[in-house]
């Protein structure tokens, strides 16, 4: 088993950056990928950022050039440092990971971009 806790969420207003972080415990071995999902309501869950496990970045193509996923093995943690927030930012930010267990996500943290 594989535990998810996202952490980093809140209110900021438009421009503005929020750094949110993904600690992963338990089982975590043979990881195909680990990252960051977003669902906004009435939307479908759209990817925003994830290491492959070639340690590679994919991105999101409307978070492209404002947000960046960074990690540190050593805390099996994931970070999300999202700029330039747009309204259109605003959703329930899940970190996953696909693992030879299986997939396993957190149960995500709110992001809210207003004025």
């Known amino acids: 088993q594989v535990q998810l806790v996202e952490s980093g969420g809140g209110l900021v207003q438009p421009g503005g950056s929020l750094r949110l972080s993904c600690a992963a415990s338990?089982?975590?071995?043979?990881?195909?990928?680990m990252g960051w999902y977003r669902q906004a309501p009435g939307k479908q869950r759209e990817l925003v950022a994830t290491f492959t496990r070639s340690s590679t970045t994919n991105y999101g193509d409307s978070v492209k050039g404002r947000f960046t996923i960074s990690r540190d093995n050593a805390k099996n943690t994931v970070y999300l440092q999202m700029n330039s927030l747009k309204p259109e930012d605003a959703a329930v930010y899940l970190c996953y990971i696909d693992s030879i267990l299986g997939v396993y996500w957190g149960q995500g943290t709110q992001v809210t971009v207003s004025s």
């Open positions: 338990g089982s975590i071995f043979s990881v195909n990928a």
